[in-house]
């Protein structure tokens, strides 16, 4: 399948396409404050995109409501343990910014209910070990993300593309099960702005059940305290409960539901984001 490509502009980063139907501002420079909203306003004329998103520090923030956008979620010291960030929105169609009443509930349910990490002992993992993979299990890692996911909004169905991304900035984690890789995620680590995304989390169909999103969620807080790393977050699927239970359980703060957001699965979902500072 294609998926929607990421490129640079100036000395900021976008991605565009039609998978997720949008264009996302990943990260932006100071020098193009001025030209980026335009270049966003071109991609979404050119290919009739719905949505734009942008993720932003605070001090830009106010620049992108005068031009139409809204806040869809944000994180306190997400920008070097000081600056706030946001994740700014503006749809080209109304429906782009409804999410369901199942979307709603799941995020009502965790909030308004008890943390339950007490629940969940180390001993209930005594037959699993997790350990950080390197490049010779990337053909392994491809294929779980295979077997799990139909579509994805980044390119991990391939071996170079998790190779490329092991050598630069993203730590890979694997739960194994005699000998078996059985569950995966990553750290996506930006250390300039001192941050990690908790992302790509799959679980084989056989274990699912046993808790491993949160043995390996434990795992990379653990690797990312070792880096020095300040601010964890992550975007969740809006309507697994259980990722976003996961994240609860471990202290994680509600920031916000990015609307319809991300084509995962079979269909463009919405995303909650949630962040823990564990410095």
């Known amino acids: 399948m294609k998926f929607d490509i990421i490129i640079e502009f100036g000395k900021s980063v976008i991605q565009h396409g039609p998978n ?22 071109k991609l979404v004329n050119l290919n009739k995109y719905s ?3 942008a993720k932003i520090p605070n001090w830009a ?20 343990n000081s600056e706030a960030g946001f994740f700014m929105a503006k749809y ?8 369901s009443e199942t979307e709603n509930d799941v995020i009502k349910s965790i909030i308004t209910g008890s943390n339950s990490s007490s629940s969940c002992s180390q001993n209930q993992w005594g037959e ?4 950080i993979l390197n490049e010779s299990d990337t053909t392994e890692l491809s294929n779980l993300y295979r077997k799990v996911f139909k579509v994805y909004p980044f390119p991990i169905f391939e071996s170079d593309f998790l ?4 050598k630069n900035h993203v730590v890979y984690f694997g739960v194994y099960f005699e000998n078996r890789l059985v569950a995966v995620s990553s750290s996506e680590m930006d250390i300039t702005a001192n941050n990690a995304e908790m992302t790509d989390f799959a679980t084989l169909n056989d274990f699912r059940g046993k808790n491993l999103s949160l043995l390996l969620l434990k795992e990379m807080i653990k690797i990312m305290r070792g880096h020095k ?12 409960f259980g990722m976003n239970k996961t994240f609860s359980r471990e202290d994680f703060q509600f920031g916000g539901t990015l609307k319809n957001n991300t084509y995962i699965g079979e269909s463009i979902e919405s995303m909650n984001v949630w962040y823990k500072n564990i410095l």
Do not use: W
């Open 51 to 53: 949505k734009a998103i």
């Open 61 to 80: 923030k106010s620049h992108f409501e005068s031009h139409g956008y809204s806040d869809e979620a944000s994180v306190p010291c997400f920008f070097n």
């Open 229 to 240: 790393i300040s601010m964890l977050y992550t975007i969740a699927r809006a309507t697994s």
């Open 128 to 131: 699993f070990k997790v350990r």
């Open 20 to 41: 997720n139907d949008r264009v996302y501002l990943m990260k932006l420079s100071h020098q193009d404050i001025d030209t980026v909203i335009v270049e966003i306003d």
């Open 92 to 99: 080209y169609d109304s429906k782009r910014g409804v999410i």
């Open 163 to 166: 190779s490329e991304t092991m």
